[in-house]
């Protein structure tokens, strides 16, 4: 049974710091792409940031980049998102997911569509005050 679990959200102030994990069992982990995505009330759920298989390529919503960075670490079956300089149009319940794409899908936007992720976490929230 494949299981994805968020920790690591929270209650911050505008500019503060969080770091999401995401542990990962039932799964060959290091031949998944990973995603973050983010559901704000009362709209759709939206891509954060991808990471490819071995790390070494990470991708990245306009409204994050430069302020989040997605790593992995195949060795514990574990995903992070640092998310730094936090602002409240951060605040969302955000959500861990792992893909079993192709590279050529992954790589050409793949990352990016939720209908591409196979399996998802339940979510940890994160409100960011002003």
């Known amino acids: 049974q494949v299981q994805l679990v968020e920790s690591g959200g929270g209650l911050v102030q505008a500019g503060d710091s969080l770091r999401l994990s995401c542990a990962a069992s039932?799964?060959?982990?290091?031949?998944?792409?990973m995603g973050w995505f983010r559901q704000a009330p009362g709209k759709e759920r939206e891509f954060a940031a991808a990471?490819?298989?071995?790390?070494?390529?990470?991708y990245f919503a306009d409204s994050v980049k430069g302020r989040f960075t997605i790593s992995r670490d195949n060795a514990n079956n574990t995903v992070h998102l640092q998310m730094n300089n936090l602002k409240p149009e951060d605040t969302a319940v955000y959500y861990c997911?792992?893909?079993?794409?192709?590279?050529?899908?992954?790589?050409?936007?793949?990352?990016?569509?939720?209908?591409?992720?196979?399996?998802w976490g339940q979510g940890t929230q994160v409100t960011v005050s002003s």
């Open positions: 997911a792992a893909a079993y794409q192709s590279v050529v899908e992954f790589l050409g936007g793949g990352y990016r569509e939720r209908n591409k992720y196979d399996y």
């Open positions: 039932g799964l060959n982990f290091k031949r998944y792409g």
């Open positions: 990471i490819t298989w071995t790390g070494g390529d990470t």
